[in-house]
Every structure is written in C-alpha cells, then in structure tokens.
C-alpha cells in the first residue's frame, strides 16, 4: 500500500461507514475514541521518532480515519420524516411543498420530487417536511404537455391524488423497493390521474436547477424530434442519464446478454466530451485547454443531474489533468480512491448504491487484471496482429465483467454465457451511436436537415445493436441463473480473486498459472455454495401461495418433481404481475416450467399472468373452464394458447396421476355458460399422503353448497384457499363444515377497494379453528409437507 496512500484510507473509511450501517452505533459513544485518536496521532506526528514508533504512526492514523467514516456517516444521515408503516394506500391525499426536482418527460406521466409544508388525508393532518415522488397522468397527451411545459424546480404547488407506499419484499427473491426509498428519504408515491390534480401556487424556482432542467428539456426534445422511439430512449439515457423510456423487455435483454453496464452514464461518455474538447480546442495552449476539459466534463457531469458513475469519471479524468498539468504523475488506483473518497464523504450512503459499485468493480477490476491479460496476449504464440487486437479488446471486457460479476449477481441472479461476445459487437457499436448522437445535436444546430440524416443513419446503427442485444438475450442459453448469491459469497469471490491475481507474480510457467486458476475458481465456487438454501426442499409438497396484491397465484411443486400453477394474477397496463412477479420468483426458486397451468376461471385477476408465462414458454399445458363463445376474453385466451401450441384442456371430473400424489379435478355439474364466472371456477384437491389442498377460485356460496352435498367428507382438507379472496358471497357455514382446513389462505390486496376480506367470512374461519394466512398482511406464504404433516415455512428469515 505504500505506493497506493489514497487506496489505504479509502478503505478505512468505507470500513467506518460500513460499521455505522451495520451496528447503527450512535457516534457520541464513539467521542471518547475520536478524541483518543486524535491526541495519539498528534502524539505520534509531533514527539515520536518515525523510525521507533512508525507502527503506533500507521494505528493511529488508521483508528482516525474509521472513526471519522463513522462520525461522518452519522452526520450525513438525514432526519427523515416517514408516514406511519401501516398506511399503504390512501385517498383523497393532499400535500402542499416545493418541487425539488423534476424529471424529463415520460411516455405516459410527468414524474417530480416533492418537499411537502404540509399534508392531509381522511383523519390525518401532518405540518412536517416529507419526501414524495409525484406521479402525474393524464388520458391527454396536450395536457401533460402544458403542465410539463409550466413547472420548474422551485416551484410551490397543491397536489391532490393516491398515496401509494413503495412495493416491499412480498415474496422470496423480491428487491425491498420500500426500503430503498426510505434510505433515500423518500416516503412514497403521489399518484395523480388528472393533470387537474396539480396546481402551481407560486412561479418562483430554483434559477439553477431550473436552467439545468430547461436545457435537459432542450436538448431531449430535440433528441425525440430527430431519432426513432428506441434510439431516442437509449441516446437519452447515455446523454442525460435519464432510462426510464427503454422498454422493460429491452432491459431484460441487455441484462440477459451481459451488455447492462452501456446503459449506465459512464467514463465512456466523459471520454466523448474531452475527445470533442481536444477536437475544438487542441490549438489552444496547455492551461487554457486543460481548464476548458474540466469545465466541460463538469458542464456534463451537472448535465447528466450528478449520476455516481459520471462524478467518478470526472473527478479521476481531473485529477490526470490537474497532474500532467502540475508535471505530477497519476496512479489509476490513487484517482479512482481519491474520486471515492471524495463521493462517500459529501454523501456516504452511496456506497450501498448498486451502480456505485458496479462503476468501481469495473473500473477497479480494468486497471488490475488488465495489464496483466496485456502481458499474456503479448508473450503468446500469436503472429496475426488482428487477432491480439481483438483478444486486447476483448480483454478490457472480460475484466470488467470479472470484476463486477458479484455485484451483477447480488442484484440479477444471472451470470450471462454471451456476454464477451456481445461486448465484442456492442461496446463499440454503443460507442458509435453516442459519438454519433452528439455530433448530431451539434450539427442541428446548424443545420437541422443535414442533422435528420445523421440521426436516421444512428437509427439503423441502434437497431443494428438492439438486433445482436436481442438475439443474444433471447437464446436458450444465454445466461445462468445463480440464486440466492449473498455477502458472504461476494467476500469469498474478492478474496481468492486478490489472492489469484497477486500469486501471477510469483508464478512462471503457464502450468502453475492454471492450476492456480483452476484452485482459485474450484474455491469460489465451494465458498460460495455454503450458505446456499433452497426454499423448496426436495421429496416434500411445497405449496407458496403468491402474493400479487388483488388477485390469486399459488404455486405448487409435488415431491415427484412435477409443478403446478393455480391462477396467475391480474395484468394491468402498468404492471403484469405473470411477468413481474410469477416469472421472477419461480427463477429464484429454480422451477423451470409449470406442468399444469390451472385458470380457475376466466377473469382478468386469475388468468391475466398467464400470457407472459405463456410468451416465455413456461406453461405446458392449460386446464380452464368451458369454452364460452361469448366472452371475448375467453376467446382470446383460447386463441394465443393454441397459437403458443399450449394444450387447452377444461374442466370436468378427472383425477390427474402423478409420481407423488395426485391431481383431483372435482367439477362435476353441467357447464352451464349461463352460470356467472365465478360459478364455473374449478375446484382442485392436491393430496400428497395424507396432506390435501383445497382450491376453489371465486366460488359464490349458492355452488360451493352444492359441492358440500355431493362430495361431504371428501373435501375435508389441512388447507383451503378460500374463495374469491375471502369475499362476502363465498365460503358458507356448510361448505366450512364440510372442508374443515386447519389453514385458510386468502389472497388480496393491501387495502383492496372491495375491502377483501369480509369480516363475517374472517370470523366464521375464527370461529371453526383454521389459521389464517392473508397475503395483504403477511406477504407470500410458503408451506411445506412430508405426506404426514404440513407446516408455514418462514422464507423471509431465510
């Protein structure tokens, strides 16, 4: 570390802010060693002889440096203000403050931050500074437009709407999206459908912020009137870091292929604007230029609203200037420690930040291993220039991508099996269409015809790379999934990478270099495997009943390997729960495709999560109700299912055999397509030994009699998922007698409008000795059998 001084304290200081976040120590208890610290260190600079006492030296100023990670951690924190845990969703919501941002526009909303003076709702009234994202739609397009086009950062405004909470970790494998706003001080959403809904009550504004936001305005409209819809929304998140265009299946691609990290504003960008600067002003003398570079990256990196990964590229791009200016020689691994400092210290708690650590993963991993790689591709047996071009290049990529695969894994569970490939093409591609992108912008200004040609030649070079980005993503094996990837296995995989990396050294023969490869990796892969945990346990019945707010998923998987899945969720425009959340969870759960897809009945907050599991190829086949000619639902669904070659087949009196249990599909009554929807639901009974399941859909009490009297003691069952969410109109008092569950499950929304469930079916549940599990209170529960006993699994400690 002699060499590296900026490396040594960057590291003390993160271990500061690290034993702040994790033991939330109040730092007043920590005086008495600050103080200790600082007398020792002034001790040690002042009497004692360096040579004899360099190692109480090094202590002290080590202890001062951690200390003060956690003092200013402590006093960077905020005092944020939070509405009561219990309030998720809340109507007639107003809220009085200031706009402290605004976002660029969206395709459907205007989205800002909000600092409230006060709020109020039903019962409540709060005169305390709170945090909100406001989210504004409209069914106008010109409406939108117009208040787009009137606020300003500053800005004092009335907001009337829907407070929503942000989602929490509902089920296993979910990102607490609650809690990440909370860590940035934020309370909730503000949701209004009606641009009716705001008023400005004072044109005053913040004049920089505002002439910040106004040239963002500038320039992405000029960026959407030029390009196409997809090169707009990528050339808009490379210029002004702003994504949220980029459709979501696209993201998913990019992830999928390994490519993720060209979405992220980077040194990438930053090179462009000194390359540009170089360009206009390379006949400048060296002063003036080198004032003019940090001025513009500053300009960009204020530009791009300060995004993590442009701060740091502009603080390490400054500090080389700033040394070859003042003829001082820069280390990479000093300017990427200083730049860190320089971030932790002005706000400490982006160190948590996934995209500070993705940034200096890479960064870090380039200028470790790289030089490294270099000297093996330069002693190779290669004669053919071309070829050490392209594996040099390659390089800078696969040691990116070795640096920050334990982060990428942390946060997407995948490790992508194309990726060197796909950087190979895309990077420079990527490259390509910026580069192009802000030569466009410029020559608009001039000459917005010539502009048009330019911007219609990046269209093709954007779709060219989506193409590639899409094959990629989409190929069977594209990527692996690598489930429940911890802290503890990120340590274990930056240790033996260190240790790799330092031993090359030592190392001469290229046998000894791969056997040591081979021994770091072989301990990687058993060091991170020791606190795997699987949720659903081999040779048992597990049963996860899915939390997807007001609708029913429940996924089953039987001890024999088969699974099965009852109802998918409701999908809206905004959210499809099959695709956000079904799809998702059965991935971390590694359940590769469901067997048995079981629509209770045709309604969209049952079935609708179907089409996207159908679309990825994840239903084999589809037990439904009766074909009814007369819903167009029903005839849609049936159509895309045969399009997607998915069996259909529907309901009537069968038993399923399986290697271990058994499928009991109980409808026996005419299918009367008179009788209301919830009225044909199907009704299953799974049995694993002597444990049953009860699935009844949205059955209304008038059938659910019916199937009392005809089946009696064979619906006797451990667990019932009571029908349609717990509603007034299902599960009767004979119906009960007859099922007996020593469970309940019942599915529905946080606060639903229907207020599921009904309070009369809760008690008669009370009254008859069940245990009630209710998604809206607990989340996703798990169950899990041997055949003889069924018991809740806590999957949230897990």
Known sequence: MKNYPAIRYAILFIIGIIIYRFTGVNPTNYLFYFLLTVISLAFAILYVSKDKMKLTFQLSISLFVIVAGIFVSAFQKPEYKFLPENIYVQKDFKAYGSLTGVELIKKTEIVFNLETDSLSFPGSIYKEPFSFICRIRDSSKANLSSLYNKILPGNKIKITGIFVKGRERRNPGEFDYDKYLHDRGISGFVISNSVDGIKILNGSSNTFNSVVFNIRKVIDKEITRLHSETTAAFIRGQILADRSNIEYNAVVEFINSGVAHILAVSGLNVGFIVLIILILFGRFNLYLRSFLMIAGIIAFMVLTNSQPSVIRATIMSGTIVIGFITNRSTNIFNSLAVSALIILVVEPRQLFDPGFQLSYSAVFSIAAIYPIYQKMINASSFRNRMMK??????????????????????????????????????????????????????????????????????????????????????????????????????????????????????????????????????????????????????????????????????????????????????????????????????????????????????????????????????????????????????????????????????????????????????????????????????????????????????????????????????????????????????????????????????????????????????????????????????????????????????????
């Not at 659910?704 to 998922?721: A, Q």
């Not at 309070?759 to 041997?786: A, C, H, N, P, Q």
């Open 389 to 798: 071009s392209i594996l040099a290049y390659s390089g800078v990529s696969l040691c990116a991508q070795i640096g920050t695969m334990p982060v990428t894994l942390i946060y997407f569970g995948k490790l992508s099996l194309v990726s060197l490939f796909t950087n190979l093409l895309v990077i420079p591609i990527s490259g390509i269409v910026v580069g192009i992108s802000i030569f466009t912008l410029m020559v608009n200004i001039v000459s917005p015809v010539l502009a048009f040609y330019y911007a219609e030649a990046n269209n093709l070079i954007t779709s060219l790379m989506y193409y590639i980005i899409h094959v990629a993503g989409r190929f069977e094996y594209a990527f692996l999934w690598i489930r429940n990837f911890s802290l503890l296995d990120c340590i274990f995989f930056y240790f033996f990478l260190t240790i790799f990396v330092l031993s090359l050294k030592f190392l001469k023969s290229k046998a000894s270099k791969l056997t040591m490869a081979l021994l770091a990796s072989l301990n990687i892969l058993v060091y991170c495997s020791l606190d795997d945990k699987n949720l659903l346990k081999e040779n048992r019945l597990n049963l996860m009943m899915i939390d997807v707010g007001q609708g029913d998923a429940y996924l089953v998987k039987f001890p024999g390997g088969e699974t099965a899945l009852v109802d998918a969720g409701e999908t809206t425009i905004n959210f499809d729960n099959g695709e956000r959340i079904v799809l998702p969870l059965m991935n971390y759960l590694n359940v590769g495709k469901i067997e048995y897809g079981f629509i209770s009945h045709v309604d969209l907050d049952h079935y609708g999560g179907f089409i996207a599991l159908m679309v990825e190829g994840k239903i084999k086949s589809v037990y439904k109700p009766a074909f009814d000619p007369n819903n167009s639902k029903d005839v849609k669904l049936e159509k895309f299912a045969r399009f997607m070659n998915i069996p259909v087949r529907h309901y009537e009196k069968e038993i399923i055999k399986l290697r271990e249990g058994r499928i009991y599909i109980l409808n026996f009554l005419d299918n009367n397509l008179k009788t209301t929807s919830n009225n044909r639901s199907g009704v299953l009974k799974f049995v694993y030994g002597n444990t049953c399941i009860l699935f009844t859909g949205d059955l209304e009490k008038k059938y659910d009699k019916k199937f009392s009297n005809y089946y009696r003691k064979f619906l006797s069952t451990d667990i019932l998922k009571v029908s349609h969410h717990g509603s007034k109109t299902g599960t009767s008092e004979e119906f009960l007698s007859a099922v007996k569950p020593k469970f309940s499950l019942i599915s529905a929304g946080i606060q639903n409008k229907f207020k599921h469930p009904a309070e009369e079916v809760v008690k008669r549940l009370e009254e008859s000795g069940s245990k009630i599990f209710r998604t809206d209170k607990l989340g996703g529960v798990l169950f899990s059998s041997d055949g003889d006993s069924i018991f809740a699994v806590d999957w949230k400690s897990n």
